[in-house]
């Protein structure tokens, strides 16, 4: 494994090795083959490269060679080098003696950023050369995947951070990486310095630890370098008393091992390097990169570090130690929530975020090594989030990292526009960029409608959940007045949004901001539908058509039987209101005095996708009984006043009339001592008793004697009950007389009826007349009595009632 290479990523590729011709070989193509060889083997791909180059400018259709020019090209990074010579073996290649070639065409191509052309390479991998188990078939099926997501990613541009190369005082044309601030300082780790380990070998470039001051002086840091050993990486504790550093060797030309050490500062001075002990540093494993967090839930900062050491998922691992009070360390436990099986490197825990920062070539990216990020909460990692195009680029992007309040960061990447060494290879090497961070104003605009509808919603209740950070408490607003609801959101994070109104099911979406970059307004439409339906029932006469007023309606529960009914009388229109339950079983009865019942079922699973259910009911004249009792009013003393008669010669109809006109003499009589609402109460109660039961009485009379004829004229024997009643204004003995005049009066109405079409019947016995009076003997308590008092005693509606005949009871005798 080319440790080197994931360590400081380029930090042994940028040995730009001198490459010598043996003596008596020189511009001969097995010489340069040769040597070309014994460079791979000892991967130094850079000279391999050079080598191989050299032998195909003798002949360039040599298949082996070319094929060893590409793969040194791609172990160096050279990747447009690579491409040319795989481009090379596929015309050279007619035999198929190099298969994987195509692989790794689509390899480079994918770190190059051509997604298209790696798409198709990787294609022809697997149309090919597909077997059974075959890793590099599942990893060309990955990749095909990412290139495609990648082609979409790429044309993202985020707009809330902005990169730039940081100056060629910072970054030569090596490796520069592992930005980190201390103070008014930069520090970083640079391959510029070049150190002799064999004499018969050209020399070979170690790292040091650089700072960089705030007027662009940089330097090696000499108390924190050893300029006789390759250091790199610095990372502080908390209290900037503790720096955490690496010190690697070489254990070949392209491979380093490193061991984890630290420096402690005493009296303001760096003390001398700490080896960490051999639980985490071991022989023949590297332990790199640190990086130091805190972990909230066992009060203790944690140290980070990159291994190969057995037990990871992968290659290269993340891998933490947990650091207790008195500066000892804890076994090592591998961060297996973000590690892959590939190579996972560069942690950078930003503490006041609990954010994780690490760079991956296992997880779905652009290329190369991406930056993802992870939140740690109290119940573990949050899920892994890549970082988007301009922090990532289709190359390697590694050793991220950010400042406590997120606005300016570093990154280091080898992408264009970072220096190359040998700029015809476009080799090598990272330089340090520098990140500021925009934050984005993003709001969701959520909006309430009625699902059935689509008109607003006011009144509801939203809640906004952040689904990234379980922890989070949930923003919850209620809007009386309008159905538009307003919330800050954060870049990056997947959200729950719920509306909720009594009386309403509720609606819920799901979305999330993990593309988005920049301010703009998120408008999400929420769509409650009602639980119930407005049942909206009008009632006619089924003969002229009119609007009926003074039904009865009762509404049953069908599919819920326990439920009581609900009856209710409208003695002044026509129109009733009901909410049903959706899902539900309905039947409406629908009754009045002097008509016949109609009922109505309703399922109001016939109408899902109506608010409103409209329903007209249409009643036709009923029975005789339907008419009972049949209750008639009289003006008072009527008829014949202060007679003393217990006869009449009066009928109903010459008085009903002239008493619905004195309708607003009986309203100003009463309401003359009355003002405001007492007035308008007192005059809507006497216009009811007028309209709802004088003038109903008058009708349902001559409906009554109409379907009388009827019964009479079929053969039917029948006998009527009327009862006559007086207010107690007079004597009881006067108004017994009153009241046997007044029925008197309904009798002499019934015979003389129609030019007496019912008298016959009278006269035959085929219908007999039971009459009785009860003057004031059924008058309830509190009606007036009062002579000097006529407002109460005449014009009010409790004695005005008292004024009345009822037919109360048929019998039927054949």
């Known amino acids: ?47 391999a490269l050079a080598y191989y180059e050299e032998a195909l400018a003798f002949d360039s259709t040599q298949l082996d060679v070319a094929y060893m020019a590409a793969e040194a090209a791609r172990q160096f990074n050279a990747y447009s080098r690579a491409k040319v010579w795989y481009e090379k073996v596929l015309e050279l290649d007619k035999n198929n003696q190099y298969p994987e070639t195509q692989f790794y065409l689509g390899e480079v191509n994918q770190k190059l950023g051509l997604f298209d052309d790696a798409i198709k390479a990787y294609n022809f991998y697997i149309a090919e050369n597909s077997q059974p188990n075959d890793w590099k078939t599942d990893k060309a099926n990955k990749e095909i995947m990412a290139s495609e997501w990648a082609k979409q990613v790429i044309n993202t541009e985020r707009k809330d951070v902005e990169i730039e190369r940081m100056g060629d005082q910072i970054n030569s044309p090596y490796t520069e990486f592992g930005a980190t601030p201390m103070g008014d300082t930069l520090l970083f780790s640079s391959l510029r310095f070049e150190h002799v380990v064999n004499k018969n070998k050209p020399p070979v470039l170690f790292s040091q630890i650089m700072g960089s001051s705030e007027t662009g002086q940089v330097q090696r840091e000499a108390t924190l370098s050893d300029s006789m050993q390759i250091t790199a990486h610095t990372a502080f504790n908390q209290k900037m008393d503790r720096l955490y550093f690496t010190i690697c060797e070489y254990v070949n030309a392209s491979d380093l091992r490193c061991d984890l050490y630290y420096r402690d500062k005493v009296d303001g001075q760096w003390g001398p390097a700490v080896k960490l002990p051999d639980y985490i540093n071991q022989d023949s494993i590297t332990s790199t990169q640190p990086n130091v967090g805190y972990d909230s839930n066992m009060e203790k900062e944690v140290l980070y570090f990159v291994s190969d050491r057995p037990g990871g998922k992968g290659k290269l691992d993340i891998w933490s130690t947990s650091i207790n009070e008195d500066g000892s360390f804890n076994a090592p436990v591998n961060v297996s929530a973000v590690n892959t099986a590939e190579d996972d490197i560069t942690p950078f825990y930003h503490i006041p975020s609990h954010t994780l920062y690490f760079s991956s070539t296992g997880q779905k990216g652009l290329g190369g090594f991406d930056v993802y990020k992870s939140v740690q909460y109290s119940q573990g990692w949050g899920k892994i989030k890549h970082m988007g195009n301009v922090i990532n680029s289709s190359y390697n992007d590694i050793y991220f990292s950010l400042n406590e309040d997120e606005k300016k960061g570093y990154i280091s990447s080898n992408r264009l526009g970072a220096q190359y060494i040998e700029s015809s290879q476009e080799a090598c090497c990272y330089d340090i960029y520098s990140l500021k961070f925009i934050p984005a104003e993003i709001n969701l605009l959520a909006s309430t409608f009625d699902r059935i509808s689509r008109e607003a919603l006011p009144g509801a209740t939203v809640t906004l959940f952040d689904l990234t950070d379980p922890e989070a408490d949930p923003i919850i607003i209620t809007n009386l007045d309008s159905n538009l609801f307003v919330f800050p959101l954060e870049s990056g994070k997947e959200y729950k949004v719920l509306a909720e109104k009594d009386g309403f099911d509720p609606d819920s979406l799901f979305f999330n901001t993990l593309d988005v970059y920049e301010s703009q307004e998120i408008k999400k439409n929420l769509f409650l539908k ?5 049942l909206d029932l009008l009632t006619f006469d089924k003969t002229t058509l009119e ?37 539900k079983k309905y039947m409406v009865l629908v009754s009045k005095k002097g008509y016949a019942p109609e009922s109505v079922e309703i399922d109001t699973r016939d109408y899902d996708d109506v608010n409103t259910i409209t329903k007209k009911v249409y009643l036709g004249l009923g029975d005789l009984e339907s008419f009972l009792p049949l209750i008639v009013f009289f003006d008072n003393d009527l008829p014949d006043p202060k007679s003393w008669s217990s006869t009449t010669d009066s009928r109903y109809s010459e008085l009903y009339q002239p008493y619905l006109g004195q309708k607003m003499y009986y309203v100003n009589q009463f309401t003359d001592v009355l003002s405001g609402a007492e007035a ?16 109903k009485g008058g009708e349902d009379l001559t409906k009554f004697l109409e379907i009388l004829q009827l019964n009479l004229e079929r053969g039917a024997e029948l006998e009527i009950s009327i009862k006559g009643y007086a207010s107690p204004r007079s004597s009881a003995n006067y108004n017994y007389r009153l009241g046997q005049r007044r029925v008197q009066n309904v009798l002499n109405e019934i015979e003389l009826f129609d030019n007496g079409v019912l008298k016959p019947y009278i006269q035959s016995g085929q219908l007999k007349v039971q009459q009785k009076s009860f003057g004031e003997t059924a008058v309830p308590r509190g009606v007036s009595d009062k002579i000097d008092d006529p407002r109460n005693s005449i014009y009010s509606v409790p004695a005005s009632q008292e004024r009345r005949v009822e037919i109360v009871q048929i019998k039927r005798t054949k």
């Open 680 to 695: 308008t109460a007192a005059k809507t109660e006497l216009d009811r008793f007028f309209e709802n039961r004088v003038k």
């Open 530 to 534: 009602s639980k119930t339906i407005d």
């Open 547 to 583: 609007p009926l007023p003074g039904t009865t309606v009762t509404l049953l529960d069908l599919t819920d039987t326990l439920q009581p009914p609900q009856t209710f009388t409208n003695e002044d229109g026509n129109d009733y209101h009901f909410p049903l339950l959706r899902g």
């Open 1 to 47: 494994m080319n440790i080197a290479r994931y360590i400081h990523y380029g930090l042994t590729l940028v040995v730009c090795m001198i490459f010598l011709i043996p003596e008596g070989q020189a511009q001969t193509k097995k010489a340069f083959i040769r040597s070309a060889d014994e460079a791979y083997d000892r991967k130094d791909f850079n000279s």
